[in-house]
């Protein structure tokens, strides 16, 4: 079954105690991106990748590092945690990032909710 | 920069009845993709319906439908004969220009459909 997996789902913890949530997809996608749900704001990306080793920031980085070591697997590493990335995380994955075909579509994780105390 | 944005942060509907869904969009790119996404309460992000900003004819799948107003920048979402599982909150995304990867979300909408 095609899919993206997010773990944990759930996860509380404390300001400046390293995490990582970790995202897979067997699709053999080449592109795979982060997003943080927070109510008012919507979805709104953190990190990209366009393939392996290849990544840039989305449009809310700040505080967050990736990796893309294999094309499986992206990784969301928070250093430090803060209050403030108390949010809802989503993992998301597709195949060609330069032009969506009648078929292609994005494929989203179960999401992660992160409580930072 | 895109911006997405739903105006109505709630709306709420009676079984078997009809509701409209308002998003607007601003770009300046002449090819994009637009979306509407259902997040019911388990959280999944699941895709409604899709439009091609190229085709003049409105998406439909089954009960949903869209009215794509490319000049006005506006794409709404009906639900036509609304059941009790269409209640969850309903995203409106944008994707295009130089990366269709990139999902560019509004604020959401959460809509109840009461029985």
């Known amino acids: 079954e095609a899919q993206v997996t997010q773990n944990p789902r759930y996860l509380i913890t404390v300001t400046g105690k390293k995490l990582t949530v970790t995202c897979s997809q067997n699709?053999?996608?080449?592109?795979m991106s982060w997003y943080r749900q927070d109510p008012g704001l919507g979805l709104r990306q953190i990190y990209y990748?366009?393939?392996?080793?290849?990544?840039d920031k989305g449009d809310v980085p700040e505080g967050y590092k990736v990796s893309r070591k294999e094309k499986r697997n992206f990784p969301l590493i928070l250093e430090s945690p803060s209050p403030n990335q108390t949010s809802l995380y989503f993992c998301?994955?597709?195949?060609?990032?330069?032009?969506?075909?009648?078929?292609?579509?994005?494929?989203f994780g179960p999401g992660t909710r992160l409580t930072v105390l | 920069a895109q911006t997405v944005t739903q105006s109505q942060p709630e709306m709420s509907v009676q079984e078997a009845e009809t509701v409209t869904l308002s998003c607007t969009y601003d770009?300046?790119?002449?090819?994009?993709?637009l979306f509407w996404y259902k997040q019911p309460p388990s959280r999944q992000m699941i895709l409604v319906i899709r439009?091609?900003?190229?085709?003049?004819q409105n998406a439909t799948e089954n009960r949903f439908s869209v009215n794509f107003q490319k000049a006005a920048k506006s794409f709404s979402l009906k639900i036509s004969d609304s059941q009790l599982g269409d209640t969850a909150m309903y995203f409106c995304?944008?994707?295009?220009?130089?990366?269709?990867?990139?999902?560019?979300f509004g604020q959401g909408t959460i809509l109840t459909v009461h029985p």
């Open positions: 998301a994955s597709t195949y060609s990032p330069g032009r969506i075909s009648s078929t292609d579509t994005q494929y």
């Open positions: 699709m053999n996608h080449e592109y």
């Open positions: 990748s366009m393939n392996v080793e290849v990544t």
């Open positions: 770009t300046s790119e002449s090819n994009y993709y």
């Open positions: 439009q091609e900003a190229y085709k003049q």
């Open positions: 995304a944008w994707a295009g220009g130089t990366s269709y990867g990139k999902l560019t």
